[in-house]
């Protein structure tokens, strides 16, 4: 079983920023894949970053330059820093972890609740 808590959402004004963190825990051997997604209201979930073992980040071309997602692999932590927020980056964002399970040698798929960001003044 693979815990995924997402924290750090909030209300900030536009140009802002906001930092997002996401604990990922259970009994994991290593990560194939960390990293966030969003959905916003009325629209379907889209990719915002991901990094990807041996293959490096992908971002999401509407918050390229503008974001940066890193993780800390000693802790299981994924962050995603989010600057010069725009008014149409409000969403629910969800932090996602594809792990090897450690005992059972299964290839997880893990979702987080989620954090609401809303860019508003």
């Known amino acids: 079983q693979v815990q995924v808590v997402e924290s750090g959402g909030g209300l900030v004004q536009p140009g802002g920023s906001l930092r997002l963190s996401c604990a990922v825990s259970g009994d994991i051997f290593k990560f194939y894949v960390m990293g966030w997604y969003r959905q916003a209201p009325g629209k379907q979930r889209e990719l915002v970053a991901t990094?990807?073992?041996?293959?490096?980040?992908k971002y999401a071309d509407s918050v390229k330059g503008r974001f940066t997602c890193s993780t800390d692999n000693a802790q299981n932590m994924v962050y995603l820093q989010m600057n010069s927020l725009k008014y149409e980056d409000t969403a629910v964002y969800y932090c996602?972890?594809?792990?090897?399970?450690?005992?059972?040698?299964?290839?997880?798929?893990?979702w987080g609740k989620g954090t609401l960001v809303t860019v508003s003044t």
């Open positions: 990094i990807t073992e041996g293959v490096g980040t």
């Open positions: 996602y972890a594809e792990s090897l399970m450690k005992y059972s040698g299964d290839r997880v798929q893990s």
